[in-house]
């Protein structure tokens, strides 16, 4: 089979090579890739930034179409469309040390190949409606979308929610609070992004470039309240102004460390205002079950920004890196 392998850290350091095709054991399924998803992580491992052991299969999220199940498989058919969770050994339960020390494309070698073998028990259906390309983004930005809105966030229909930017957990965690019949406020630097989002729903655009002061803004348009739930994808930068901008009892889910793994904030807003930080990291299997169910009932789709080929990952890294994409970046297989 067709595998992409990093064998240093850069761009430039992927190679396509050949591999055997793993024997399907009991218990496991084999797995035509059909699509992978792109993640800020993914960039990172590349350019050796999260160094990993080499030669290594890139890449965490991916869907495919089952081609054959091993003894003492139930539930799974051929022809099945599934993708593989983001944490292989977080089935249920909340996140302890053991459930993530395991993952794809760090730890182990990563789904940028063209069959996977895996344990039938990390294996999650796809909604009918969604594409390849689509249902490859739910693993990671799907999950973790998922986690912050409802998990943290507990949303009830009327709640407030400020998300940032429009890469995919954003744009994932926009579906998933209008779907619970919250008020969306969403910040950009991009204009057209703005009209973008929305259409996809958001009710309250702000260009944080134009008005950078927007945890201001923010408590301004909800006359001194602020929102009850700020989904933060960048970190030390905007975190700050996340804690100035939500509302007292309210909670802030962190999901990204665009911005560093470092933050400084105002200690004492965060105990007057008794506000709850989150750090997600993704979702267990039953978590991604039920956003499955959800995304079905609601007939959402994610939002898919460009699809490159499996040879052409670097320039859909780069694509990545240059920040101007809208929604998720996609590799798709022939």
């Not at 744009?171 to 204009?191: H, N, P, Y």
Request: with cysteine; proline share 5%; charged share 20%.
């Amino acid at each position: 089979m067709k595998v992409i392998e990093l064998i240093g850290p850069g761009l430039e350091a992927m190679r396509v090579a050949e591999r055997e095709i793993p024997s399907v054991p009991a218990g496991h399924a084999k797995i035509r890739v059909r699509a992978a998803s792109l993640n800020y992580r993914d960039l990172l491992i590349v350019k050796g930034l999260a160094p990993v052991a080499y030669p290594r299969i890139p890449l965490s999220d991916a869907v495919g179409e089952v081609v054959e199940t091993g003894a003492g498989v139930n539930g799974l058919d051929i022809g099945d469309r599934v993708f593989a969770i983001y944490y292989p050994d977080w089935q249920s339960g909340p996140i302890r040390p053991e459930k993530f020390a395991r993952d794809r494309g760090a730890t182990g070698d990563g789904v940028a190949a063209e069959y996977l073998v895996l344990p039938a028990n990390e294996l999650v259906r796809v909604p009918d409606h969604l594409s390849d390309a689509q249902a490859a983004t739910l693993p990671c930005a799907g999950l973790t979308a998922w986690s912050a809105v409802t998990q943290a966030g507990g949303l009830i229909p009327g709640s407030s929610v400020l998300l940032q930017g429009t890469g995919g957990v954003s744009l994932f965690a926009l579906q998933f609070a209008l779907a619970a019949g919250a008020e969306v406020w969403l910040i950009s630097s991009d204009d057209a992004k703005l009209e973008r989002a929305r259409a996809l729903g958001a009710h309250h655009l702000i260009n944080y470039r134009t008005t950078p002061d927007w945890d201001v803004e923010v408590l301004a348009q909800t006359v001194g309240r602020g929102v009850d739930l700020v989904v933060d994808v960048v970190g030390s930068a905007t975190l700050a102004r996340a804690v100035n901008a939500v509302t007292s009892g309210g909670r802030i889910s962190i999901v990204g460390v665009l911005g560093g793994f470092e933050a400084s904030i105002p200690l004492y807003p965060v105990m007057t205002k008794s506000v709850g930080l989150h750090g997600i990291m993704s979702g267990n299997r039953e978590d991604a079950e039920a956003m499955v169910r959800a995304i079905s009932a609601q007939g959402i789709r994610p939002v898919v920004d460009a699809t490159f080929a499996l040879e052409e990952l670097s320039n859909a890294l780069r694509h990545l890196e240059d920040g101007n994409h809208f929604g998720k970046v996609v590799i798709t297989f022939d």
